[in-house]
């Protein structure tokens, strides 16, 4: 079946402009991730989804990120204010449930450039 | 905090040649350990991880890893490297109990000679 799509692949904005990156999940999968990998790094974890709530937004860098998933299945990650700071490869992954039972899948990811 | 040390950002063998990733984590009780690979435009894939049990973990296209809690280490191993094997390699760890959510290293960029 479909694994995890992200939308758009790449998206180029202007500093200060509001984004919104888009995830699909597995179908079926209760749990989401977003993660944020910069440049030469490891994925950086920025929050998690189990259904409709978000049950740890910790590694939201600032009140600039904000995700939601209002039906459990979608979400999307806005970012107000972009720096360029911002820029990066941001990644989602969804699971069937929780981690210790259940493997996360990865989407290809959304390279963010913030000029 | 857990964390994580991949401390060879890039490694380079020779197709056939055998193969040993290293990583060390920083926790302080038993922790969840995953090895990812990630290959251009790809999302990461879980090749193996170890939860608890036996130390030496199988995972898939032929690579291991194994805890050694002495050295505070999950080195990665593939007897024989194929060409196809060039990608990053991200060693990660999670907390016992809570969400299990990983943290990852810097990666290791794998390069493989013909």
């Known amino acids: 079946g479909a694994g995890v799509s992200q939308t758009p692949s790449n998206k180029v904005t202007e500093k200060g402009k509001y984004v919104e990156l888009r995830c699909d999940p597995i179908?079926?999968?209760?749990?989401l991730y977003w993660y944020r990998q910069s440049l030469g790094q490891g994925p950086e974890f920025l929050i998690y989804f189990q259904g409709t709530g978000a049950a740890d937004d910790s590694g939201l860098p600032n009140d600039r990120f904000f995700a939601v998933r209002p039906e459990g299945s979608v979400s999307t990650l806005k970012i107000q204010r972009t720096e360029r700071g911002d820029s990066a490869v941001y990644l989602c992954?969804?699971?069937?449930?929780?981690?210790?039972?259940?493997?996360?899948?990865f989407g290809p990811g959304t390279r963010l450039t913030v000029l | 905090a857990q964390s994580v040390t991949q401390p060879d950002i890039h490694i380079t063998v020779s197709e056939g040649a055998s193969l040993e990733l290293r990583c060390n984590y920083s926790y302080g009780a038993t922790p969840y350990l995953f090895w990812y690979v990630q290959s251009p435009g790809q999302g990461l894939q879980l090749l193996l991880k170890?939860?608890?049990?036996?130390?030496l973990v199988q995972g898939i296209k032929g690579f291991e890893a194994e805890f050694k809690r002495s050295q505070s280490s999950f080195n990665l191993r593939k007897p024989s490297v194929h060409w196809s094997d060039a990608a990053e390699y991200f060693c990660?760890?999670?907390?016992?109990?809570?969400?299990?959510?990983?943290?990852f290293g810097r990666g290791t960029s794998l390069i493989v000679h013909p």
């Open positions: 990660a760890v999670a907390a016992s109990g809570g969400s299990y959510i990983p943290t």
């Open positions: 992954a969804s699971s069937q449930g929780p981690l210790s039972y259940n493997e996360q899948f």
């Open positions: 179908s079926g999968h209760t749990a």
């Open positions: 170890y939860f608890s049990g036996d130390t």
